[in-house]
């Protein structure tokens, strides 16, 4: 699996600035300014790429709040007269080595798996982004301590420190499925933050030096407006298209931990664990392997191409 930490590592200061230069506002045929996210949003409307995206994520969201409305199967009910029955009018993804139904599974792990991927995009990109526009915007020691402790984190490599942490959660004896979740999502977080805290480093260093910041400074303004007001809004940008790419590695990720039998367990019904139940039937019964597989796919597919569309209605240079 390839780790999802690095998945934007190479972006510099000079990307960063060509969001902040993006940002400013822009004149249209109606002769009214209009801002880089009104800009974004009219390119959005009319890519293909996003319009897809969008209808399978969804689709997916809808399936995973409302899953009752795909199925009225339990999708922990086991009979094993069914066991890897393959898949028929009763049971349209066959059934599993316990006898429970696939496509119920299906179904309701939507719930969980996307769960774990925007929980942990999200805390990624907050913890990420609160240093980084910290590190930027005061440089001098700041920098220098938050880039460093970033270097660490972003030294150890994802599976094993996943591994290492989730192994000392498992050995804590912790019950029940939201914390065993909640540990999930602090573990990808943990070790993928340092990435989201370069590009807002970029951004926020690029951005300080432009005059209306250096105006707000020259009127006495405190650093807190100066960073929340002026300083966020320009480098959210390049930071919130790391995150919808990364939220489909993060995905891949939880189902890469319940592979190894380290992520989600029982109760939680996720497709990772779906994957893990069903490495050892493949040949005897493919149907286990392929439904959760392909649904994982098609889902990491669509936050990649919603992240890629968003990356280039953002990025003056790819227009």
Known sequence: MTDPSTATAGTSAAEGAAYVTAAEHQ??????PRSLWSDAWHDLRRGPLFIVATAVILLLVVVALFPGWFTSVDPNHQDLDFSRQPPSGAAWF?????????????????????????AASVLTVLIGAFFGILAGYFGGWVDG????????????????????????????????????VFAVVASIAVLSWP????????????????????????????PSRIIFRH??????APVLVYGTIALG???????????????????????????????????????MLLFPAGFLTVTVLAFVMLGDAVREALDPKLR
């Open 195 to 222: 990435v989201a805290m370069r590009i807002m480093r970029s951004a926020a260093i690029a951005a300080k030096q432009q005059d209306y910041v250096k105006a707000a400074r020259a009127l006495g303004a405190r």
């Open 94 to 118: 066959g059934y599993d080595l316990q006898g429970r139904d696939v496509y119920a599974r299906v179904i309701y792990g939507t719930r969980w798996t996307l769960l774990v991927g925007v």
């Open 145 to 180: 301590l938050v880039s460093r402790v970033g270097e660490i984190f972003f030294g150890l490599p994802f599976v094993l420190g996943a591994i290492v942490i989730l192994n000392l959660v498992r050995n804590a004896q912790i019950r029940g499925a939201l914390p065993i």
């Open 27 to 32: 004149e249209t045929r109606s002769g009214r």
């Open 249 to 287: 590695a993060f995905i891949g990720a939880e189902a890469t931990l319940s592979f190894l039998g380290i992520g989600l367990r029982d109760p939680a019904v996720s497709w990772g664990v779906m994957i893990s139940d069903a490495r050892n039937y493949v040949r005897v019964a493919p149907h």
């Open 231 to 236: 300083l966020l809004p320009n480098c959210l």
